[in-house]
């Protein structure tokens, strides 16, 4: 039995046009979405518990064309088998 494997190549093409979002929208939708929760580390070597509130953010305050986010963490960082809350 032959079997014949056919690949075909193609060229994707992707625009992406201008938009433009307000600091207002931005922190409208931080407050609705709320409290942001998630881990991260090694599986084995630490790990970090973290949840991001009260995020708000600043459009051009300082310089143009920059966007700082300022907020809250809680973390809470497990280490070799012990723990250290924030």
Same mark, same amino acid.
């Given at each position: 039995? =032959?079997?014949?494997?056919?690949?075909?190549?193609?060229?994707?093409? &992707?625009? /992406? +046009?201008?938009?433009?979002?307000?600091?207002?929208?931005?922190?409208? !939708? =931080?407050?609705? *979405?709320?409290?942001?929760?998630? *881990?991260?580390?090694?599986?084995?070597?630490? +790990? &970090?518990? !973290? /949840? =991001?509130?009260?995020?708000?953010?600043?459009?051009?305050?300082?310089?143009?064309?920059?966007?700082?986010?300022?907020?809250?963490?809680?973390? =809470?960082?497990?280490?070799?088998? *012990?723990? !250290?809350? +924030?």
């Amino acid at each position: 039995m =032959l079997t014949v494997l056919t690949l075909g190549f193609c060229t994707l093409s &992707v625009q /992406a +046009s201008p938009f433009s979002i307000s600091e207002q929208q931005i922190n409208q !939708y =931080l407050s609705e *979405k709320g409290t942001i929760n998630d *881990k991260l580390g090694i599986p084995g070597l630490f +790990s &970090v518990d !973290y /949840a =991001l509130k009260d995020l708000v953010t600043q459009i051009g305050q300082t310089e143009s064309n920059r966007v700082e986010m300022s907020g809250l963490v809680d973390t =809470l960082i497990r280490l070799s088998g *012990k723990t !250290y809350p +924030s």
